[in-house]
């Protein structure tokens, strides 16, 4: 998704009104399984684009800008589905078990939901969202105990960093590495599953979070 890409106040339904009626029922599959995972409403963003929650980050010119966490978007040639950690490193199994679809560099392609499992689509999403409650730089989770931990932007908007990584748009150790927060995060996480599976853990985990991601 662009940068330019903002939400807006547009009607969800208004615009699904707008569509041929099978892409429209596939639409309104894929909404209701994004709103079961994330528990949200749907908001437009621009003219074409269905997404739910939102994050903030910093770009490389230090600009704060926002996109939806998950997004789909019924266009006339495919579903769009927005994967915005890629499949480099990821899904591979999940991928090879969907049905038939497409690939870009962050975009899954369906032509009907009917073509795939939508089971394993609602896992794959439900695995992007679970990442989305985590800092992107250390991964510590953003749950109750330490939600007051999330970074703001600079325009005051939570950010998807923790306060121990990030501060008013720029990390506080900008020459640490994957292996610095693997380090870093091995004594937390084995205190609850022991030092050899917290190393395997974040050595497969750190690498996939935006920080890092190449």
């Not at 392609?109 to 992107?136: A, G, T």
Request: negative net charge; contains cysteine.
């Amino acid at each position: 998704m662009a940068n330019k890409t903002k939400p807006t106040t547009n009607s969800v339904v208004d615009f699904l009104d707008t569509i041929d009626e099978k892409k429209k029922k596939d639409a309104e599959a894929l909404m209701d399984m994004m709103a079961s995972i994330t528990h949200l409403e749907p908001v437009m963003w621009g003219p074409s684009i269905i997404g739910f929650g939102s994050e903030s980050y910093t770009t490389a010119s230090g600009h704060p800008e926002k996109m939806p966490r998950l997004a789909f978007s019924p266009r006339k040639s495919a579903l769009t589905v927005y994967f915005d950690r890629g499949f480099t490193h990821v899904f591979s199994q999940e991928l090879q078990n969907l049905g038939k679809h497409r690939t870009s560099v962050s975009c899954l392609y369906i032509n009907r939901l009917s073509d795939i499992d939508q089971d394993v689509l609602k896992e794959m999403l439900k695995s992007v969202w679970e990442e989305s409650q985590m800092c992107q730089s250390c991964a510590l989770p953003f749950d109750e105990k330490h939600k007051q931990y999330i970074a703001k932007e600079r325009d005051g908007s939570d950010s998807i960093y923790c306060t121990y990584c990030y501060k008013d748009g720029e990390f506080l150790e900008p020459q640490a590495t994957i292996q610095d927060m693997i380090e870093m995060g091995v004594p937390h996480l084995a205190c609850k599953i022991g030092e050899k599976a917290a190393r395997e853990e974040l050595t497969a985990l750190v690498p996939t979070l935006k920080r890092w991601r190449r």
